[in-house]
């Protein structure tokens, strides 16, 4: 398996600064399978359970009204997508299925603390509890509990989010396509 890799000058954040409270991200994006009703579900509870939070919305098209506060970025370019990232803390993840799924990897290039679903590229670029939290499709609750956790317990936000960053450096665009490379010109 050669996984995708990912950008790091276009994500990494080195020294992120992360805040008290913590920002919450989220690509938003209506196609079914990226769990939307779950995500937006989750920030719901959450916004109502800790109404100080900043929740931060990004995506490929605008969500309808939603039910709390959000900042929202239509199409960002990519500095602007990294931005969102630096000034996030946690980012959420729920997608039903994924071919491979970037964003949970840019997050954790940016160093923060990724809740996902654990689809596409989460079980082979995380560590489930140690990089990532990962909670099954279409487990809202687990969402919550997840986020909450987090939220109750900035230090480890600040831990997890740099555990990423350490760890998502093994999964760069470099390293994959050296190793694609590799397969292809390999005479066996």
Request: proline share 7%.
């Given at each position: ?45 959450i916004k109502e359970k ?9 995506g490929l098209n605008r ?38 799924g970037n964003t949970p ?84």
């Amino acid at each position: 398996v050669v996984p995708n890799g990912t950008n790091m000058k276009d994500f990494g954040v080195d020294n992120k600064a992360y805040n008290n409270p913590p920002t919450l991200c989220m690509m938003y994006y209506d196609h079914p399978i990226k769990g939307m009703a779950d995500g937006l579900g989750a920030l719901k509870i959450i916004k109502e359970k800790y109404p100080e939070i900043k929740i931060v919305l990004f995506g490929l098209n605008r969500p309808g009204k939603l039910p709390f506060d959000v900042e929202y970025y239509f199409r960002p370019a990519k500095d602007q997508l990294k931005a969102v990232y630096a000034s996030s803390d946690i980012y959420l993840f729920p997608s039903l299925q994924e071919g491979s799924g970037n964003t949970p990897r840019e997050a954790m290039a940016a160093g923060c603390a990724v809740v996902s679903t654990n689809v596409g590229c989460i079980p082979d670029c995380a560590i489930p509890g140690e990089t990532a939290l990962v909670v099954e499709p279409g487990n809202m609750d687990g969402m919550v509990e997840a986020i909450s956790g987090l939220i109750e317990n900035p230090a480890r936000i600040i831990k997890m989010g740099r555990q990423a960053h350490k760890h998502i450096q093994q999964f760069t665009w470099e390293k994959s396509t050296n190793q694609l490379l590799r397969l292809l010109s390999d005479d066996a």
